[in-house]
């Protein structure tokens, strides 16, 4: 495969591809077409016709051939192939997702140039020196040994949802296990009704790295122990929103201790936000270092961070675009009449699939920040912000309702556009085939180690990656503020130029800046790590 170089065509499919482009030359025009014979006598025949001659054994034809493969094949074993394989630009959205490598030619319509690269659009925000600081106390750690050694209480919990709901639980089910100073069986994972992902905690995560980072604050195990096998579980689905560490103790200490284990469903958002400061450090040690993927996830999913990063810099950029989204939120594509009527008629089958404010018409949701942003939104909020053309973005997340259409506005603007189907070679993804969880984790790698990542709405996703980034030193993240730049999308009046200063202006602290949690009340830790589990005092700095 040719070295991609700048304003240069690449192909996919190579040894077919090769032969076909060489074959469009006059010289091996004329080998595959038969000469005329030329009666004129030749006294000694020169080295182009003795070549010609060759060509009408059709032995020496599929000869040469075969020599010209091999020799295509012997350099990409020497020299590997391409590691970022060019696709389509949003090669569109098919089945489940964009085209797969096609062997179709794409111009790199130049690479992106160093001015580029440390330009305005992918600079980095200021971290003021913050750093992750999730030591525990005195007191915490003297407790610690009496945790960690019980044998008598243990806690079992059956998170449900899609992978970072499932996240957010298992944080908080090592919080509990913490209060009630139990042990913690392996999270099972609910099979999702869905998608009919029935992927174990050890297919996501990697259990032995989960277990060893937790050691000194709760003991894991992979199962209950025979004592406890036949013990009736003490039951509880029902816990109300928001609950205090105390809450926990009152309701469930003396059940616990009576009969040895204790089964919750159903954690989501059961846990206060705030905690007493030893827990919040303790969500964080399970959010930013117990909770790693596991090997084949993160070996997949850093292949194809390298590809996207492979010609500078990127965007990831969760979009948030399936019909259930839309029919979820109250909103609307805004696609055709059609495809909207279709959600409206969604939405009437099943109420109760809509999540709050019921009441609100659709252009009261919009103004209020509550929709998802389009792709012809995402477009132009992103021309906003300064995203060169040729930025390369990288995008998570379903199928959008409306398919290929739905994207259009967005990849005219931004052609180099790729999800993990359209960067990963034949088969690379099929171990991970109808497994949901593992194909979103897969997207959680590349947007982790994205230069710049947005989302087109707020969400488990948003607030799992605002919080890594952060953690990771104040990383870029983009946080449109919806209930703002509404206002501005609908003034069909406004010139370009002010529409872009409007933008910026609104969005010049929405970039990552470390964002103090006593500000966002009631926000997760997970999410806003200062100053709970992050300092910039070094004497009061105590990492893991």
Known sequence: MAKRTQNRLSYISVPSQFIHSISSSPSLHSLLISPTKNHSPSPSPSAASRLLSLTRNPKSYLLCLSLLAFLWTSRILLLGPDPFLPCSPLAAV?????????????????????????????????????????????????ASEAVVRGRRKYLMVVVSGGLNQQRNQIVDAVVIARIL??????????????????????????????????????????????????????????????????????????????????????????????????????????????????????????????????????????????????VRTGCLPGLSEELDQIVQEERKLRPELLTARSNMTFHERKLAGLCPLNALEVARFLKALGAPRNARIFWAGGEPFGGEDALLPLTREFPNFYNKDSISLPGELEPFAKRASL?????????????????????????????????????????????????????????????????????????????????KVGRDVTAYPVQECMCNDSKARSTL
């Open 181 to 326: 100073g139990a042990a913690l069986v392996v999270p099972i994972l609910q099979v999702n009704v869905i998608w009919g992902d029935e992927s174990e905690f050890s297919d996501i995560f990697d259990l032995k790295h989960f277990k060893k980072v937790l050691v000194d604050d709760v003991r894991v195990v992979s199962s209950l122990p025979s004592t406890h096998v036949m013990t009736r579980p003490v039951l509880e689905s029902r816990t109300p929103l928001h609950v205090s560490a105390r809450w926990i103790l009152q309701r469930y200490s003396r059940r616990l201790n009576k009969e040895g284990v204790l089964l919750l469903r159903g954690l989501d958002s059961r846990l206060s936000k705030d905690l007493p400061l030893d827990l919040q450090k303790l969500r964080c040690k399970v959010a930013f270092h117990a909770l790693k993927f596991s090997a084949p996830i993160l070996d997949i999913g850093n292949r194809l961070a390298d590809r996207m990063r492979k010609q500078g810099p990127y965007l990831a950029l969760h979009l948030r675009m399936e019909k259930d989204v839309w």
């Open 94 to 142: 098919r089945s489940r997702g964009l085209l797969s490598m096609s062997a179709l030619p794409v111009s790199d319509g130049g690479s992106i140039s160093e001015a580029a690269a440390d330009g305005e659009f992918w600079r980095q925000p200021e971290g003021y020196g913050y750093r992750g600081c999730v030591g525990a106390s005195e007191g915490y750690r003297r």
């Open 439 to 519: 194909l979103a984790a897969i997207d959680f790698v590349v947007s982790e180690r994205a230069d710049v990542f947005m989302p087109s709405h707020g969400g488990n996703m948003n607030h799992a990656m605002q919080g890594l980034r952060a953690y990771a030193g104040h990383r870029k993240h983009i946080t449109p503020n919806k209930r703002e730049i509404f206002t501005h999308f609908l003034n069909t009046s406004m010139p370009e130029p002010e529409f872009n200063r409007i933008i910026k202006e609104l969005h010049k602290n929405s970039l990552g800046l470390p964002e103090m949690r006593t500000d």
